[in-house]
């Protein structure tokens, strides 16, 4: 065991019952889990910025009381993050998952941002607060990402053209509307499911559209009929469909970004879908 770890744990009278065991999904930070004489950890070794921030994002989800699950966290200190380890198991409950994030996204900020930055991923995620809702997802997510990915050739000049044109037209798409606390980063991996019901980790919180996490959470799964039955609690809006597609191309450049060409068809498509419409 590092000794940094140690030394952390001693300090919070844990007791270790062994050594850390890495944990599936460790990608972009080391993941462990401990079993301790206090009960199970899961531990987490990044930058001490990096890490900060998830802690501040899972306390910030906790206090909404949403009726999800989200892992305490027990402490964070420089490289490391501890938080509680969740119990796996039981049966998927989307209707439950839908009417927990239809609570969290109740909860609202005066702007959309966050007072700090974060990551989604590894990349570096700006969210300087802005009362418009348009112009924070323009300026701090769309066209920055799309300009990283110009700037790397991974877009042609006529697609990030393209997507400049979707960006101004913003305000004609979405509401002015209070922003609501996002979990940020909803992809099926960071939904589980528990014997307590759904549970949701990793977050890159900030306030902002709700549709951030419900797109999410169909651009790489299907949470189901049930979810949004429950989510809506009547029928979905009219103009989903092109909102779905809106807040699906941030990830998707995102993906782009990170990962290079495999990404590009559907950036690609995403904003033809949105040009035309």
Same mark, same amino acid.
């Given at each position: 065991?590092?000794?940094? %770890? ?8 844990i007791v270790?019952l062994?050594?850390?065991?890495p944990l ?5 930070a080391?993941v462990?889990?401990?079993e301790t004489?206090?009960g199970?950890?899961v531990? /987490?070794?990044?930058e ?5 921030a998830e802690?501040e ?12 699950i ?5 402490a964070?200190?420089d ?5 509680e ?5 039981? /049966?998927r409950d ?10 969290l996204?109740?909860v ?11 990551h989604c ?8 607060p ?5 112009a924070?997802?323009?300026d ?5 990402l ?13 697609t990030r ?7 101004q037209?913003?305000?004609s798409?979405?509401p002015?509307?209070p922003a609501c606390l996002?979990?940020?980063d909803?992809?099926?991996g960071?939904?589980l499911?528990t014997?307590?019901g759904p549970?949701?980790?990793d ?8 549709e951030?996490d ?7 799964g299907a949470?189901?009929?049930?979810f ?7 029928d /979905?809006?009219?103009?989903?469909t ?5 807040f699906q191309l941030y990830p998707?450049l995102?993906?782009? %970004? ?6 590009r068809?559907a ?6 879908r949105?040009?035309?419409d």
């Amino acid at each position: 065991m590092e000794q940094s %770890l140690s030394t952390l744990l001693a300090s919070l009278e844990i007791v270790p019952l062994g050594e850390p065991q890495p944990l599936s999904g460790g990608d972009i930070a080391e993941v462990a889990r401990l079993e301790t004489r206090q009960g199970a950890l899961v531990v /987490k070794r990044d930058e001490a910025a990096s890490l900060a921030a998830e802690a501040e994002g899972l306390r910030a989800l906790r206090r909404a009381n949403s009726g999800l699950i989200v892992p305490e966290v027990v402490a964070q200190q420089d490289e490391w993050l501890i938080m509680e380890a969740l119990p796996q198991g039981g /049966k998927r409950d989307p209707a439950r998952l839908g009417e927990g994030l239809r609570t969290l996204h109740g909860v609202t900020g005066e702007h959309h941002g966050w007072p700090h930055d974060n990551h989604c991923g590894p990349t570096a995620q700006r969210n300087t607060p802005c009362r418009d809702g348009r112009a924070f997802q323009r300026d701090h997510r769309l066209v920055p990402l799309g300009e990283a990915c110009a700037e790397r050739g991974l877009l042609s000049s006529a697609t990030r053209d393209a997507l400049l044109d979707v960006a101004q037209r913003l305000e004609s798409w979405l509401p002015d509307r209070p922003a609501c606390l996002v979990h940020g980063d909803l992809w099926s991996g960071n939904v589980l499911t528990t014997p307590r019901g759904p549970a949701i980790i990793d977050p890159a919180v900030y306030y902002h559209y709700p549709e951030v996490d419900l797109a999410m959470l169909t651009l790489f799964g299907a949470p189901g009929e049930a979810f949004f039955e429950a989510y809506w609690d009547g029928d /979905k809006p009219a103009d989903w469909t092109r909102r779905e597609t809106l807040f699906q191309l941030y990830p998707l450049l995102n993906h782009l %970004l990170l990962f290079g060409g495999a990404y590009r068809t559907a950036v690609e498509r995403a904003i033809a879908r949105l040009a035309a419409d």
